[in-house]
């Protein structure tokens, strides 16, 4: 879990995650858009991180108002098609925070932490490789490499977009001293 203050840490608990509620509780049927009434036992609702992580926490009677699940962006689908090749997932358009919710729910989900601490691993690794490889591609900064990098999530954003901005300048760099060198 990140710092209070951290917008990522707050853009990443702000992520939806489906809830099914345990219990019907009085007052809450706004959150399922049914505003005056109560939710009723067994609804599923999507709801933010942090708002369905503290009904999960919150108990009456030994039961929790509601239970948390997996989220859709780490779904069973979703890893398969992780595991299948990485590359051709817009991560972004799954979760802005991709990555962030993947360590979140693995602070949550202790049972499904195998896999998806796997397949989290070797999706970042394949996708920073696929990140170096087009930044010394002169197509991969305009063309082709362009919706591979309009899907990369705020991490791979942050971290590798500077390896990807590096690697493609020095490769300019290189062919620019290549072409003077042949002009002496």
């Known amino acids: 879990m990140g710092s209070y203050y951290n917008i990522d840490t707050i853009l990443t608990d702000a992520q939806k995650v489906p809830c099914t509620f345990e219990q019907s509780v009085p007052g809450l049927g706004y959150l399922d858009g049914n505003s005056g009434t109560n939710m009723k036992k067994g609804t599923l609702v999507d709801l933010p991180l942090w708002l369905g992580e503290r009904l999960a926490g919150a108990q009456i009677s030994g039961s929790s108002f509601a239970t948390l699940d997996i ?3 780490l779904s069973q689908g979703v890893l398969n098609a992780l595991k299948a090749d990485p590359r051709t997932v817009d991560l972004r358009s799954l979760a802005t925070h991709f990555y962030s919710l993947g360590a979140r729910a693995l ?10 601490v796997g397949v989290l691993s070797e999706t970042f690794k394949k996708r920073a490789a ?3 490889d087009q930044a010394h591609n002169p197509r991969g900064a305009l063309g082709e490499g362009q919706e591979f990098l309009n899907g990369l999530d ?3 954003r942050q971290r590798l977009q500077l390896v990807f901005r590096s690697a493609h300048d020095s490769a300019k760099a290189m062919r620019v001293w290549m072409g003077e060198m042949k002009k002496k």
């Not at 602070?107 to 998806?116: I, P, T």
């Open 71 to 73: 989220p859709n962006a």
């Open 107 to 116: 602070e949550l989900f202790e049972d499904e932490e195998e896999e998806m």
């Open 130 to 132: 696929e990140i170096a």
């Open 154 to 156: 705020e991490t791979e």
